[in-house]
């Protein structure tokens, strides 16, 4: 099964940028890697995807290596808000991703 | 927006009951799960359904099964709840079969305590 591997915890000051890496080099070339936050006790929220290229939304940015086995979701100017547990996922066979324990970020005030 | 909507945001049932979790999704996905989560271990898929009357095992299906007789509606049933199917449900759904290119949508979860 495709998996994922992200540092189990972060902390990060209110205001500076929140730097999340994921590895998974086990991606297969047409595949999407995603990430979802989850806030204590509620569903997982898309947050963004991507392909090759670097992505942007309105939420974060999503930077991937060139040889598309890690990267790094940022969020550019965290907030108290953002405090979440963050998860990395690729495909694992044709219909289903496999979550793994995601990372746990702290925004300090 | 896509909604998936799970029929109880809490449930508290009897050791030997009969649970009936409901999920329906409002924008025509063809795939639709279900997983659990519990401290320490993330999202497990107990099962999920690549369209109408079709479902497959995911890594825990044990003491639990499925049915989807719409594309719509998505439901896991705990035949006989244990304490150990205390747990936070959730239920999501993507647009098309193949996963590579489509993500999930997730519904709000149904924490379910057996006692």
């Known amino acids: 099964d495709a998996k994922t591997t992200q540092p189990p915890s972060m902390d990060c000051a209110e205001g500076r940028a929140a730097n999340l890496p994921c590895n998974h080099s086990?991606?297969?070339?047409?595949?999407?890697v995603y990430w979802y936050r989850q806030i204590h006790s509620q569903g997982p929220q898309y947050i963004i995807h991507?392909?090759?290229n670097n992505e942007t939304n309105e939420m974060a940015s999503l930077i991937i290596t060139e040889d598309r086995k890690s990267c790094t979701l940022i969020l550019p100017h965290a907030t108290l808000r953002d405090t979440a547990v963050y998860y990395c996922?690729?495909?694992?066979?044709?219909?289903?991703?496999?979550f793994g324990t995601g990372t746990r970020l702290k925004v300090l005030a | 927006d896509v909604k998936v909507t799970q029929s109880s945001r809490y449930l508290v049932k009897r050791t030997g009951e009969k649970v009936f979790l409901e999920c329906v999704q409002d924008?025509?996905?063809?795939?639709m799960f279900w997983y659990r989560q519990d401290p320490g271990l993330g999202l497990r898929l107990i099962y999920f359904?690549?369209?109408?009357?079709?479902?497959e095992k995911g890594d825990i299906p044990e003491g639990y099964s499925v049915s989807r007789e719409k594309k719509e509606r998505f439901s896991l049933i705990l035949e006989s709840a244990s304490t150990n199917q205390t747990s936070m449900y959730l239920c999501?759904?993507?647009?098309?079969?193949?996963?590579?290119?489509?993500?999930?949508?997730f519904g709000s979860g149904t924490r379910l305590t057996v006692v």
């Open positions: 999501a759904s993507s647009a098309a079969r193949r996963a590579a290119n489509y993500g999930y949508t």
């Open positions: 086990t991606i297969s070339g047409n595949e999407y």
């Open positions: 991507g392909l090759k």
């Open positions: 996922i690729v495909p694992s066979g044709t219909y289903k991703y496999i």
């Open positions: 924008m025509d996905h063809e795939n």
């Open positions: 359904s690549y369209d109408v009357k079709m479902k």
